[in-house]
């Protein structure tokens, strides 16, 4: 089992940047597949990006390809998403996942999840 926390959220101008951690319990975190995910009010939680167990693979939603990026470091177990030019329309809570298989953009897929951060953009 694993316990997500995320972190790194706030308000910010259209434009800017952000970058939201989720840090992991357990000495497993180099099992799982990570994800973020995105959730507005009223909406589903849409897929983000996410990143294979080493690293060495990461996968993006179209609406974010070239402005964010996805990173982990499993000797810290953590998992990073760096947030640039952001928009207004990337307003949503964000959540970390994990998974013990491998790539999925589909939230019910996902094991485990953390509590969720807010990023509000502002225009």
């Known amino acids: 089992q694993v316990q997500l926390v995320e972190s790194g959220g706030g308000l910010v101008q259209a434009g800017g940047s952000l970058r939201l951690s989720c840090a992991a319990s357990?000495?497993?975190?180099?099992?799982?597949?990570m994800g973020w995910f995105r959730q507005a009010p009223g909406k589903e939680r849409d897929f983000v990006a996410d990143i294979s167990r080493s690293g060495g693979g990461t996968y993006y939603a179209d609406s974010v390809l070239g402005r964010f990026t996805i990173s982990r470091d499993n000797a810290k177990n953590t998992v990073y998403l760096q947030m640039n030019s952001l928009k207004p329309e990337d307003t949503a809570v964000y959540y970390c996942?994990?998974?013990?298989?491998?790539?999925?953009?589909?939230?019910?897929?996902?094991?485990?999840w953390g509590q969720g951060t807010q990023v509000t953009v502002s225009s």
């Open positions: 357990g000495r497993t975190f180099s099992s799982y597949t």
């Open positions: 996942g994990a998974r013990l298989r491998g790539y999925a953009d589909n939230a019910a897929l996902y094991d485990y």
